[in-house]
């Protein structure tokens, strides 16, 4: 797919929660092709310590408004300044990169999509094309508190949201891969973004149910274009970059030891 460097304007800049932000930008023209679990490469403008861009996936793409969303969680200084932006500022951001998550062939596979803390951010832009074609996706979201639990009214909109978290403040109380659904329903297809562990222990519940899996993988990244191999992993093809090969993989074709 084609990439494009684009200089984007803030339209909104909401603080869901202490470590989140929820920047919304736009441009005159309408907003190239992006496909769910496809990422951007966004500058972070007047920092003194942050030179590189910053991988963030895209959230959701509101074609109505001609807005892209990106879920940004403040983790570091490149990030905390990028949370400062206004409505009206200028972000610039390299778009679309990577590939995105497959596309069920037919409408009325079970399908589960698994979230873990910021991972949920591209779980919402695929359940919406999920739902645009027919499916009814399931969203299993998991976060350490109910306040991290991001997004649900959104998420609520385009299917079924159980939910867990580590202290049992909304939701099954553990981890997603403890939540009840996993034991009632038999789902055909399962698409993962979290932390690691989150992710793996998903990919070995799948494992174990013969179920297809995909995982998208938060490597750090650097270029996001295949040039700095900083974000290269280990795959049944050899050493892969994750921001040109991925981020998403069917999990079979990773070295996991699930
Ligand atoms: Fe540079 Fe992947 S981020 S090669």
Redo the contacts with the bound molecule.
């Keep these: 797919m084609k990439k494009y460097i684009l200089d984007l304007t803030v339209t909104e800049n909401v603080r869901l929660h202490n470590n989140y932000v929820l920047i919304k930008l736009t441009q005159d023209k309408p907003l190239p092709e992006m496909l769910p679990g496809q990422f951007a490469e966004i500058r972070i403008d007047g920092s003194n310590t942050t030179f590189l861009r910053r991988?963030i996936s895209i959230n959701y793409v509101d074609r109505t408004t001609n807005e892209v969303w990106f879920l940004v969680q403040l983790v570091g200084d490149g990030t905390r300044q990028l949370a400062t932006v206004k409505k009206g500022d200028t972000v610039n951001v390299v778009l679309p990169l990577g590939n995105g998550f497959s596309m069920p062939e037919k409408s009325d596979k079970k399908l589960l999509l698994v979230g873990g803390g910021v991972g949920t951010a591209p779980m919402l832009y695929m359940g919406e094309a999920l739902k645009k074609m027919g499916c009814k996706p399931v969203f299993l979201l998991g976060a350490r508190s109910a306040n991290d639990l991001l997004q649900l009214d959104q998420f609520e909109k385009l299917g079924e949201v159980y939910t867990t978290t580590e202290d049992g403040s909304a939701g099954e109380k553990g981890y997603v891969t403890m939540h009840s659904i996993l034991k009632t329903t038999k789902f055909d297809m399962i698409y993962t973004c979290g932390p690691k562990p989150m992710m793996m222990a998903v990919a070995k519940y799948a494992k174990e149910n013969d179920i297809e899996c995909e995982v998208s993988l938060e490597n750090t990244?650097?270029?996001?274009?295949?040039?700095?191999?900083?974000?290269?992993e280990n795959t049944q093809e050899g050493h892969v970059?994750?921001?040109?090969e991925g981020p998403v993989f069917n999990y079979k074709k990773l070295l996991w030891q699930i």
């Design positions: 991988p990244m650097a270029c996001g274009v295949g040039a700095c191999l900083c974000c290269v970059c994750v921001c040109k």
